[in-house]
């Protein structure tokens, strides 16, 4: 037997506009994302070698495909909307939270990510648009990620290089 939806997931429009009345609210965490509720998820700030590589990604995937790569975009997905640590587009357009997903997600992962957070938030990004999916682990290692699962390399042909003696930790 299934069990009723007793409070129903947001549709796409609901959620936009829940993070829209969020935006500048008193009271709110600094970083946050939402749930496919509409509930807040506190993010927590990133250290100092989480954000090194960050923008390390950042200007490589900028060097290597062009366009604008950014940091800390909200995305639209089926999960809620998420917050990447990178994301990169061709061009931008002007829409908040973005939608389709950008092109490239990259998520650089915490000593506070599960593993479930990881791969709902890899399978979102993709089924939401992204074209690629990087994730980042604690161990340094980089894994890639499109429609049809992990890839053994990129499909845009990036070579991502982590700053030295930020990983491994």
Known sequence: ???PAVYPKLSP??????????AGRPGLPERYELDEYGEVIEMIAPKTAHQRIVGAIQRQLERALGGEALPGVAVLTAI????????????WGDVDPVSPAPAVCVEVQSADNTRRELNDKVTAYLE??????????LSGRIRWFGAEGERSASALGLALVLPPGSYPR
Do not use: I
């Open 13 to 22: 429009q609901e959620l936009a506009q829940r993070w829209h009345a969020l």
């Open 128 to 137: 939401a648009g992204a074209r690629e999916v990087v994730l980042v682990e």
């Open 80 to 91: 809620g909307v998420r917050v990447p640590d990178v994301v990169w587009q061709p061009v």
């Open 1 to 3: 037997m299934n069990a």
